[in-house]
């Protein structure tokens, strides 16, 4: 079991190297860095990563968390994501493509870890919810839809405001998902 986190750690950070080495001196479409596969397989590779953790050493990582601070984990988790979208909207797709894509998926797993560490205790209990685990259920569906909708809700009602428009296409997006799944 060692040797396959070893061999996941190391393809994260080929995954890191390749991406910092093409971006820097290739000249390659930023869809590339984008939406390719190789390009994202980190964020796989991490969540895999996490995986392989928690099954072999579930109980002593829940252990560690809890002694040094689940929740305050979460709060940098989600500050990390916070940041790093702001930072993204202001420095645009170069910063997304070398730090966001780097840093984010290493946040997420650091905000799933210590949520789920946390899930028992009663702050942490309405992650377990009907709705949530509904919800859960379909992400890789909305995830796949999602990519289909933005400027639907400026379509289908092109003078309200943008906050109408983009609940608009996350309606669109779960009955999507929602169909995806049950039909």
């Known amino acids: 079991r060692g040797t396959e986190r070893r061999d996941i750690a190391m393809a994260v950070c080929c995954v890191i190297v390749l991406r910092f080495l093409l971006k820097s001196f290739t000249a390659l479409p930023q869809s590339y860095f984008y939406a390719s596969f190789e390009m994202r397989a980190d964020a796989l590779l991490i969540g895999s990563l996490l995986a392989c953790i928690s099954l072999t050493h579930g109980e002593q990582v829940k252990r560690l968390?809890?002694?040094?601070?689940?929740?305050?984990?979460?709060?940098?988790?989600?500050?990390?994501?916070?940041?790093?979208?702001?930072?993204?909207?202001?420095?645009?797709?170069?910063?997304?493509?070398?730090?966001?894509?780097?840093?984010?998926?290493?946040?997420?797993?650091?905000?799933?870890?210590?949520?789920?560490?946390?899930?028992?205790?009663?702050?942490?209990?309405?992650?377990?919810?009907?709705?949530?685990?509904?919800?859960?259920?379909?992400?890789?569906?909305?995830?796949?839809?999602?990519?289909?909708?933005?400027?639907?809700?400026?379509?289908?009602?092109?003078?309200?405001?943008?906050?109408f428009q983009w609940s608009i296409e996350m309606a669109c997006t779960l009955i999507l998902a929602c169909m995806s799944f049950y039909l």
């Open 65 to 163: 968390l809890h002694r040094f601070g689940a929740r305050t984990l979460q709060l940098l988790a989600v500050t990390a994501v916070v940041v790093l979208a702001y930072w993204e909207n202001i420095l645009g797709t170069d910063f997304r493509d070398l730090v966001t894509a780097t840093t984010l998926p290493f946040a997420c797993a650091l905000l799933i870890a210590a949520s789920v560490a946390l899930g028992e205790q009663g702050r942490c209990r309405w992650l377990a919810s009907p709705p949530l685990t509904w919800l859960g259920r379909l992400s890789y569906s909305t995830y796949l839809y999602q990519q289909m909708v933005p400027g639907w809700g400026a379509r289908i009602s092109p003078t309200s405001p943008r906050l």
